[in-house]
């Protein structure tokens, strides 16, 4: 079983930034593309980007492009999340996740099999 934890989250002021890690244990992360979701009360899940197992892909939403990297270390078996720039609308609980292995994984949140707990980010401007 997979263990993911999320970890980086606070309250900040509109531009600044913040990185996100997402560390995993029982399995190995490099089997695994990562996907990261954001959540605000009474919402749906919503993509934010994802990233294939080695690191050299990623794709992301519209509404971050250009503002959110993601990246990965697979020797630590983290996955990150930058998000520069951060808007108030960015403000949400931050989720990641794992899709089945040798999958990279979409936007539909049921496409994920392991998920975090969650860390909040809030941008107060």
């Known amino acids: 079983q997979v263990h993911l934890v999320e970890s980086g989250g606070g309250l900040v002021q509109a531009g600044s930034s913040l990185r996100l890690s997402c560390a995993a244990s029982g399995r190995t992360v490099s089997t695994y593309a990562m996907g990261w979701f954001r959540q605000d009360p009474g919402k749906e899940r919503q993509f934010v980007g994802h990233?294939?197992?080695?690191?050299?892909?990623?794709y992301y939403a519209d509404s971050v492009r250009g503002r959110f990297t993601i990246s990965r270390d697979n020797a630590k078996n983290t996955v990150y999340l930058q998000m520069n720039s951060l808007k108030p609308e960015d403000t949400a609980v931050y989720y990641c996740a794992l899709p089945p292995p040798l999958v990279l994984g979409g936007a539909n949140p049921q496409e994920y099999q392991h998920w975090g707990q969650g860390t909040q980010v809030t941008v107060s401007s």
């Open positions: 990233i294939n197992r080695s690191g050299g892909y990623a």
